[in-house]
């Protein structure tokens, strides 16, 4: 490699990648895999739990979500709350959610970039809640600070957002064993893994945009626990 050659790292997109797998499988198209093989029942139930004990939905929440994917894990919760709406940039991953778990009208999925969607939202008072589980990787920081803003200058009646699977830049190393990947690679949006954040560098973007975070982490036998951490944004 000369010396202004940069080094090579795959690009990922999880919109071509979930058109490669079948219609019903919904872990590999989201990529909750462990070596490739979907991962098991135990450790979906382990993320129902952390989403549930992080917003505690109620009957009268409504309930937004950023980079929904499939609809796999969230439409466990639409009997706790009275309304949903999921969007994410991905048309074919929409229409899986809607084929599979769409209940209309209340509990809806949308094909729109998350920065897009906070800009034209006509009624952002009517949400209460949000959920941004493992897609917040796959934003840059001026994007990821836009939506943030917008959540608490906008959408003024959220006072939780819980954001999950992020994954811990402090502990690259861990899952890295057999290289050490690039400053570069660790901060682009356009990989399998997306953007690695320290904890700190998460904290000072989201009070940069009015949150204050309490961070946690997934139980010890989560398969990705030891690389990965949540985070509980509040007013």
Not at 3 to 25: G, M, W
Not at 67 to 79: D, R, T
Not at 209 to 214: C, F, H, I, M, P
Request: proline share 5%; aromatic share 14%; glycine share 6%.
């Amino acid at each position: 490699m000369s010396k202004n050659e940069k080094p090579y790292y795959p690009k990922f997109s999880y919109d071509e990648h979930a058109r490669t797998c079948a219609p019903d499988d919904f872990s590999r198209q989201t990529c909750r895999t462990v070596q490739g093989k979907p991962v098991t029942d135990e450790q979906i139930q382990m993320i129902i739990e952390a989403i549930e004990s992080a917003l505690g939905l109620n009957p009268d929440d409504v309930l937004l979500e950023l980079a929904c994917g499939n609809g796999s894990l969230v439409h466990f919760f639409f009997e706790s709350c009275k309304g949903y709406l999921g969007v994410d940039v991905s048309e074919h991953l929409v229409s899986v959610a809607k084929k599979n778990f769409e209940v209309l009208p209340n509990y809806q999925f949308s094909v729109q970039g998350a920065v897009e969607y906070v800009r034209q939202e006509q009624q952002p008072e009517r949400f209460t809640k949000m959920l941004w589980y493992a897609g917040f990787p796959y934003f840059p920081d001026g994007d990821a600070e836009e939506i943030l803003s917008s959540m608490n200058i906008n959408f003024s009646n959220i006072q939780t957002i819980f954001i999950g699977s992020l994954p811990d830049k402090d502990r690259a190393e861990e899952f890295y064993k057999l290289r050490q990947p690039s400053a570069e690679e660790l901060s682009d949006s356009h990989t399998a893994i997306g953007i690695w954040r320290t904890r700190s560098e998460f904290e000072e973007l989201a009070g940069k945009a009015g949150w204050k975070v309490v961070f946690s982490t997934m139980p010890e036998e989560y398969f990705n626990s030891y690389y990965r951490y949540d985070a509980l944004l509040s007013r």
